[in-house]
């Protein structure tokens, strides 16, 4: 087996739209540079993903110098979103947290309103230092979080898939796979590593940045949405639930808090620092 190497990076600035793979990101404490700073929220302004609206899966976000963004989609004409200048805040739900955000200009609503054919509304997290704390049942006082669901990163790696996909293929949806890595949106992708090796890591080393391994990540339909098409299908969620089931979630990953801060790259080696003691 290769030494193990972080195979890819991926950062989605819009919350549940497409984004990018750079060759490099920078580590903050609530996650890469970028990523999930933006968000959808309905009228009762709470967040708006693709568990609701699988179409989001056909939007792409780009982030441009200075932090604005590109987006693009089917059937609609590029838009340029600038980041809102600092000002009054309003508060959004995202899960059980409410969230101090600011409003985005009406033109980035009626952008999103018209490709999902229901009214949303673009708010951007202003400073993520202080918003939103990571759950305290698994992060350390002070500890915070951008958009993201629970967690600043999402790990995976291509062997779990490797394997995974093996599973799929002996199931009643063969026909589905092999599944793409993209269904499970991670942050850091790592290669050179046993399949489902990283259930065992408590602390890792990517290039120079050091990171707690939390928890594992509880999996939900979006998995079973294609990230170009919006079409949904059963897997992974069939096959997740008859060999990845712990207690009521059905887990594929790991999520990470940065212990240290630094500039992730493509091709950056991994070390297993310290493992969970056994069960």
């Known amino acids: 087996m290769l030494n193990p190497f972080l195979q890819s990076i991926h950062r989605y600035p819009v919350k549940s739209v497409a984004g990018s793979d750079p060759g490099e990101a920078v580590v903050e404490p609530w996650g890469l540079a970028g990523d999930r700073r933006w968000m959808l929220v309905d009228g009762e302004r709470r967040f708006v993903t693709q568990r609701a609206r699988p179409r989001l899966a056909a939007v792409t976000a780009t982030e441009l110098p200075g932090g604005a963004l590109r987006l693009t989609a089917p059937d609609l004409p590029p838009l340029t979103v600038e980041v809102p200048e600092p000002g009054a805040t309003v508060p959004v739900e995202v899960w059980r947290d409410k969230v101090e955000a600011v409003p985005v200009s009406g033109t980035a609503a009626e952008w999103f309103s018209t490709y999902l054919g229901v009214a949303v509304e673009l708010v951007h997290l202003d400073e993520p230092a202080r918003r939103r704390p990571t759950d305290p049942a698994y992060a350390r006082p002070g500890e915070t979080v951008s958009f993201a669901d629970g967690f600043p990163l999402l790990l995976t790696t291509t062997s779990s898939l490797s394997a995974l996909n093996a599973l799929v293929a002996q199931g009643a949806h063969a026909d589905e796979g092999p599944l793409p890595m993209a269904r499970f949106r991670p942050n850091v992708v790592v290669d050179g590593t046993a399949p489902w090796d990283e259930d065992t890591w408590q602390r890792i080393r990517i290039g120079e940045v050091v990171f707690r391994v939390v ?18 299908g059963k897997e992974p969620l069939r096959t997740l639930a008859r060999h990845r089931r712990i207690g009521d979630q059905l887990v594929f990953g790991q999520n990470l808090i940065p212990e240290s801060t630094g500039t992730l790259r493509v091709g950056d080696p991994f070390e297993v620092l310290a493992r969970r003691p056994p069960a």
């Open 215 to 232: 928890k594992p990540c509880g999996r939900c339909v979006i998995t079973t949405t294609g990230q170009r098409t919006g079409r949904r």
